[in-house]
């Protein structure tokens, strides 16, 4: 079974985050190492640490999603499994009683 078949929604994701890393880019233009601006490095290095907190946050609420988003994915292959499962016990049942 092929790995897109199986994790569909880890595929999408992917394809989503390249898609919106691919925007950005695009928006934004690529800045070469040769020509980037190091002008700005002394204020990076005297920002204080909570400067970054609503980053942190982005990151910490984008995981939570994605844990969320990959237990609710189980959870409904588990309930698709299961009524697999009762149709496939019908069926052997339907079965043994048709040969006795």
Same mark, same amino acid.
């Given at each position: 079974m092929r790995f897109t078949n199986m994790f569909p929604l880890v595929v999408r994701a992917g394809w989503v985050f390249l898609i919106v @890393?691919?925007?950005? @880019?695009?928006?934004?233009? /690529?800045v070469m190492a040769v020509n980037a601006d190091v002008s700005g490095?002394?204020?990076a290095e005297s920002a204080t640490?909570?400067?970054?907190?609503?980053?942190? /946050?982005?990151?910490?609420?984008l995981t939570w999603a994605a844990f969320f988003g990959y237990i609710f994915f189980l959870s409904r292959r588990l309930v698709g499994l299961k009524s697999e499962v009762e149709?496939?016990?019908?069926?052997i049942n339907k079965s043994d009683s048709d040969q006795v």
């Open positions: @890393v691919a925007l950005y @880019v695009f928006l934004e233009g /690529f490095l002394m204020e640490p909570s400067d970054n907190l609503e980053y942190l /946050f982005a990151v910490f609420f149709e496939l016990k019908a069926e």
